[in-house]
Nanobody, 130 residues
Framework: QLQAVDPGGDLVQPGGLLRSPCASS????????VGWFRQAPGLEREGLAC????????NYKDSVKGRFSISRDNAKSMVYMQMNKLNPENTAVYYC???????????????????????WGQGAQVTVSS
C-alpha cells in the first residue's frame, strides 16, 4: 500500500513548508510513475504533480508551479513532494498514486487526472492553520 505523508496528519503554519514522502511497504516504486493529489471537503480530487518512472521528468498543475516540487530517490524507492508557502486553502487530504506503462508526464492533462493511476495510498490530512 502506498503511503503519503505522515499517516497521523500534519499541521502546518500558513506560509510554512512540508516535505512529504511516498513509499510502498509491500512493493517497489521502481518502474512506476507517481502522481500527487489532494482532495478538500466538498471538492473533487485534484492532481498537483507527477514524476516519470524513468527519466525523472515532471509536470505540475499551473497553480503549484514554482511552489511545489516532486522528486524521487530510486535508491530508496521513495518519492517526495516538497510543498512551500502553504496557505489555509491548501488544507486537504493528500494522496500519492502510481501507475506503470503510461507516460503521465507527457502533458498536464494526463499527469493530473486521477483515472490514469491504478495504485493509491490511503491519504493523509494536511491542515494549514495558525
Amino acid at each position: 500500500q502506498l503511503q503519503a505523508v505522515d499517516p497521523g496528519g500534519d499541521l502546518v503554519q500558513p506560509g510554512g513548508l512540508l516535505r512529504s514522502p511516498c513509499a510502498s511497504s509491500a512493493w517497489s516504486l521502481d518502474g512506476y510513475a507517481v502522481g500527487w493529489f489532494r482532495q478538500a471537503p466538498g471538492l473533487e480530487r485534484e492532481g498537483l504533480a507527477c514524476i516519470s518512472s524513468s527519466d525523472d521528468s515532471t509536470n505540475y498543475k499551473d497553480s503549484v508551479k514554482g511552489r511545489f516540487s516532486i522528486s524521487r530517490d530510486n535508491a530508496k524507492s521513495m518519492v517526495y513532494m516538497q510543498m512551500n508557502k502553504l496557505n489555509p486553502e491548501n488544507t486537504a487530504v493528500y494522496y500519492c498514486a502510481a501507475v506503470s506503462g503510461i507516460r503521465v508526464t507527457t502533458n498536464q492533462a494526463i499527469c493530473t487526472k486521477p483515472k490514469y493511476y491504478i495504485r493509491w495510498g490511503q491519504g493523509a490530512q494536511v491542515t494549514v492553520s495558525s
